[in-house]
């Protein structure tokens, strides 16, 4: 009997660890075994002390398409933001450096995979969109680590209308760092980061991370229960399971209106 294909690839190379979110079958979602596999990778990297750096990336034309929307229904329903919470926090508390690599799709809760990253890279396939209003939902676990860091009038807009919006976007709304035109471009400036940080000490590196992350430190700290709680109520609501129950029957929500004069 031979075990299951992983999840998240896990690579070492120099300094840099690699983790790839690898689900094809259901566009890196964050089901329960990836999210385990993804903190289990970057808890390795962090106790490495020869790792200077984590890269999060991803196969395929999807980095994340949010909530494994097949186990939301689940008896416990806090199991799946706090799961997401954890991992946001893994990422946030690594004392390495973590670069988000984009270049696909990035939807609903993968976004809080960005916005927990220190530094984000976004190539020209990538684009992004709150797509959980759609759904009965809000994006409410994400916020923890994305409120301190977006500009809020953006956030005001891609929150309530779940548009979908483009690097050059989100770079200007603080989501990502970078937002390159070509491919080779977001591979240089790739490799420009990681280069700078193989310059750095570890410990510099680590205290440096504390200093710009204070803010989301103590998003965590006063707000992940009020999320936990709203995200699973949420979840567990009648118009949210019919928002679910529609996107995956691939049919318009009972909410979506006709045109209507302004």
């Given amino acids: ?3 299951a294909a992983p999840l998240v690839r896990v690579s070492t190379a120099g300094v840099v660890t690699t983790l790839e979110l690898d689900s094809p079958h259901n566009r890196n979602a964050l089901s329960t075994r990836l999210m385990a596999e993804l903190t289990q990778g970057l808890e390795q990297a962090a106790k490495d002390p020869a790792v200077r750096a984590v ?7 999807v980095f994340c398409a949010g909530a494994d929307l097949s186990e939301a229904t689940g008896a416990d329903p806090t199991v799946g933001p706090r799961g997401l919470v954890d991992l946001q926090r893994a990422i946030v508390e690594c004392p390495k450096p973590v670069i988000a690599y984009l270049n696909g799709h990035v939807r609903a809760g993968g976004l809080g995979l960005v916005g927990a990253a220190d530094l984000a890279i976004a190539g ?11 759904l ?4 409410a676990v994400i916020s923890l680590p994305l409120r301190p860091k977006l500009e809020p009038r953006a956030a005001a807009r891609y929150y309530l209308t779940g548009e979908t919006f483009d690097g050059a976007e989100a770079a200007r709304i ?8 070509q491919e080779e471009e977001a591979a240089q400036q790739l490799a420009a980061i990681l280069d700078a940080l193989r310059l750095a ?5 680590a205290e440096s991370k504390r200093l710009v ?3 989301v430190v103590r998003s965590f700290a006063q707000d992940t229960e009020a999320r936990v709680e709203q995200s699973a109520r949420l979840f567990g609501s009648p118009e ?5 129950r529609a996107f995956l029957e691939r049919r318009p929500a009972p909410w979506v209106a006709g045109d209507q004069p302004v």
């Fill in 124 to 134: 020209p396939a990538t684009t992004f969109a709150f797509t959980e209003v759609r």
């Fill in 240 to 244: 949210a399971q019919e928002g679910m």
């Fill in 136 to 139: 009965g939902l809000a994006p």
């Fill in 201 to 205: 000490s570890p410990q510099g590196l």
């Fill in 1 to 3: 009997m031979t075990s």
């Fill in 174 to 181: 603080g989501l990502v760092t970078v937002a390159a035109a």
């Fill in 55 to 61: 890269v999060l990336g991803h196969t395929g034309k």
């Fill in 213 to 215: 992350n204070a803010e």
